[in-house]
């Protein structure tokens, strides 16, 4: 009789923000159901009382590739494992690095091939708006302002068309200590089409310890604290704010 390896599992997981409640329930499961989980430190002490009995592998924020490369093998050589990202993985996660690795290293072997799950995860700009009320009504863009992967010219032509187009836009990374001069320069960008008064959120550390929520204004954006733990909820030229909620109509209230 032959021996049929056992195939692995690569699941690739959401955290959500960060509060328990927030991480959907089949993220839980499959994390208990792993016997390797990897993942950025800050994350895995999130979920440290998941990992009591289970092999973790911690790694810096800046070793992605080593993460998923070490995900992928593991579930070839059968091994049921996790690799997890803050939010939802497929949203500037590890989604599409873990995925890439994965076809490229397929083999035709399907029996003995690992299968693989995306689990999603409540992202930073579904955790801001709850906060800062309902900014994300209408039409809205997600725009990274970390230009270590991609060119600030493609992040500044993308700024420049949905700051025309009247989106509202969510901004993740929006600074850190080495990338300050970015958020100034999306700021200017967006104020080519948008009303120095145009609204904005910033939601630092939603649903963890720390959390801030503010208001201001787009002219009185760089006034403010702004890091990489915040995300920058820009509005659209009909967004208001209303009892200290940032709501962006969707047009039902001009019919009533
Ligand atoms: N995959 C994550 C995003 C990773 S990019 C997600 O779906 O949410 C990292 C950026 O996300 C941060 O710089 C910040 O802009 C934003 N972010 C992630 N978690 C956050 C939180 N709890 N509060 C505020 N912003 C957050």
Same mark, same amino acid.
């Given at each position: 009789?032959?021996?049929?390896?056992?195939?692995?599992?690569?699941? =690739? /997981?959401?955290?959500?923000?960060?509060?328990?409640?927030?991480?959907?329930?089949?993220?839980?499961?499959?994390?208990?159901?792993?016997?390797?989980? =990897?993942? @950025?430190?800050?994350?895995?002490?999130?979920?440290?009382?998941?990992?009591?009995?289970?092999?973790?592998?911690?790694?810096?924020?800046?070793? +992605?590739?080593?993460? %998923? &490369?070490?995900?992928?093998?593991?579930?070839?050589?059968?091994?049921?494992?996790?690799?997890? $990202?803050?939010?939802? %993985?497929?949203? @500037?996660?590890?989604?599409?690095?873990?995925?890439?690795? !994965?076809?490229?290293?397929?083999?035709?072997?399907?029996? &003995? +091939?690992?299968?693989?799950?995306?689990?999603?995860? =409540?992202?930073?700009?579904?955790?801001?708006?709850?906060?800062?009320?309902?900014?994300?009504?209408?039409? !809205?863009? %997600?725009?990274?302002?970390?230009?270590?992967?991609?060119?600030?010219?493609? =992040? %500044?032509?993308?700024?420049?068309?949905?700051?025309?187009?009247? !989106?509202?836009?969510?901004?993740? *990374?929006?600074? $850190?200590?080495?990338?300050?001069?970015?958020?100034?320069?999306?700021?200017?960008?967006?104020?080519?089409?948008?009303?120095?008064?145009?609204? /904005?959120?910033?939601?630092? *550390?939603?649903?963890? +310890?720390?959390?801030?929520?503010?208001?201001?204004?787009? $002219?009185?954006?760089?006034?403010?604290? /702004?890091?990489? !733990?915040?995300?920058?909820?820009?509005? *659209?030229?009909? &967004?208001?704010?209303?009892?200290?909620?940032?709501?962006?109509?969707?047009? @039902? +209230?001009?019919?009533?």
């Amino acid at each position: 009789m032959t021996h049929t390896p056992h195939p692995g599992h690569l699941a =690739i /997981v959401g955290l959500g923000p960060g509060m328990r409640d927030l991480m959907a329930p089949r993220a839980i499961q499959v994390i208990q159901e792993s016997d390797l989980v =990897i993942g @950025y430190r800050v994350y895995l002490e999130q979920i440290s009382d998941l990992l009591t009995d289970k092999e973790i592998h911690v790694s810096e924020l800046t070793h +992605e590739v080593e993460r %998923a &490369t070490l995900a992928v093998q593991s579930a070839h050589a059968g091994r049921r494992v996790c690799i997890v $990202s803050s939010g939802d %993985a497929g949203i @500037y996660g590890m989604a599409g690095l873990v995925l890439d690795l !994965f076809s490229h290293s397929s083999d035709t072997d399907t029996i &003995t +091939e690992p299968s693989v799950e995306v689990v999603p995860g =409540i992202s930073a700009l579904n955790a801001a708006a709850a906060l800062l009320g309902a900014p994300l009504m209408h039409d !809205f863009a %997600a725009i990274s302002l970390s230009d270590l992967l991609t060119p600030w010219a493609t =992040i %500044a032509k993308r700024l420049a068309a949905v700051a025309e187009a009247d !989106f509202v836009v969510v901004l993740y *990374n929006p600074s $850190s200590r080495k990338r300050q001069w970015q958020l100034g320069e999306a700021q200017r960008l967006l104020l080519v089409h948008r009303a120095e008064t145009t609204p /904005v959120g910033l939601v630092r *550390n939603a649903y963890r +310890e720390g959390q801030k929520v503010q208001l201001t204004t787009l $002219s009185h954006l760089l006034e403010h604290d /702004v890091d990489m !733990f915040t995300t920058v909820v820009i509005g *659209n030229s009909c &967004t208001r704010i209303q009892q200290a909620r940032m709501i962006t109509p969707r047009g @039902y +209230e001009s019919r009533a």
